[in-house]
T-cell receptor
C-alpha cells in the first residue's frame, strides 16, 4: 500500500494564479483532511471530508475550496493564490466510526506564492 | 474549545540521557490525546495515543507518555535518547464534540546531540 500520497511535492505560484493539490489514499478511509503547517503554529485544519461527496470547513478555510468526488481522492484548490498561502500543505486520512482512530499523513506539498 | 499547548519550542538533550517533551491540554470532558513525530521533509507519523485506562501509554520507537489528569498534561518521554530521535514532535487532541477534528500544538523541536 502506498498510504497517503500528495502531488505535487513543490510548487511556485505567482499571486493570483490558481492551482489544485491532489491527495490520494489507498486505505479505504472515509475521512480525509487538509492542513497547512506554518512555523510556530503547528497544523491548522483547512477543510475536511467525512465521505465521498461531502466536505466541511475547518479552522482556516478562507481562500481554499475542496472536492471529494471519489472516496480515495481529496482535492484542495486555490482559486487566486496570495502570498499568505505560502505554506506546507498536508493531507491526512482516517477511518470513520472509531473515536480514537489515528490519522495517516501524506508527505506534504510545499507551496511558495510570490 | 479543545486545545493543546507545547510550552517549549526546542528541547536539547545528550544521547543516552532521558528526554521529556511537554504537552498540556484544555478540554471539557475526557480527552483523547495523541503524539506525532515529523522528520525533515516528511509527513507526520503516529507515535502513541491515550484514550482511557492506564496513565502510562507506550508507543513506537521506545517512546511513552504519561497522562496526568490533575495537571492536565500528557508529556512524551523516553528513557534513553538517540540521535535519530531528533525531529519535530506534535501533541494533538481530538475534538470531543466533533470527532472529525483534531487540534495540534505548535510543535517542539527535539535535538539529540551525540
Amino acid at each position: 500500500n502506498a498510504g497517503v500520497t500528495q502531488t505535487p511535492k513543490f510548487r511556485v505560484l505567482k499571486t493570483g494564479q490558481s492551482m489544485t493539490l491532489l491527495c490520494a489514499q489507498d486505505m479505504n478511509h472515509e475521512y480525509m483532511y487538509w492542513y497547512r503547517q506554518d512555523p510556530g503554529m503547528g497544523l491548522r485544519l483547512i477543510h475536511y471530508s467525512v465521505g465521498e461527496g461531502t466536505t466541511a470547513k475547518g479552522e482556516v478555510p478562507d481562500g481554499y475550496n475542496v472536492s471529494r468526488l471519489k472516496k480515495q481522492n481529496f482535492l484542495l484548490g486555490l482559486e487566486s493564490a496570495a502570498p499568505s498561502q505560502t505554506s506546507v500543505y498536508f493531507c491526512a486520512s482516517s477511518l470513520a466510526g472509531v473515536i480514537a482512530e489515528t490519522q495517516y499523513f501524506g508527505p506534504g506539498t510545499r507551496l511558495l506564492v510570490l | 474549545a479543545q486545545s493543546v499547548a507545547q510550552p517549549e519550542d526546542q528541547v536539547n538533550v545528550a544521547e543516552g540521557n532521558p528526554l521529556t517533551v511537554k504537552c498540556t491540554y484544555s478540554v471539557s470532558g475526557n480527552p483523547y490525546l495523541f503524539w506525532y513525530v515529523q522528520y525533515p521533509n516528511r509527513g507526520l507519523q503516529f507515535l502513541l495515543k491515550y484514550i482511557t485506562g492506564d496513565n502510562l501509554v507506550k508507543g513506537s520507537y521506545g517512546f511513552e507518555a504519561e497522562f496526568n489528569k490533575s495537571q492536565t498534561s500528557f508529556h512524551l518521554k523516553k528513557p534513553s535518547a538517540l540521535v535519530s530521535d531528533s525531529a519535530l514532535y506534535f501533541c494533538a487532541v481530538r475534538d470531543l464534540y466533533n470527532f472529525n477534528k483534531f487540534y495540534f500544538g505548535s510543535g517542539t523541536k527535539l535535538n539529540v546531540k551525540p
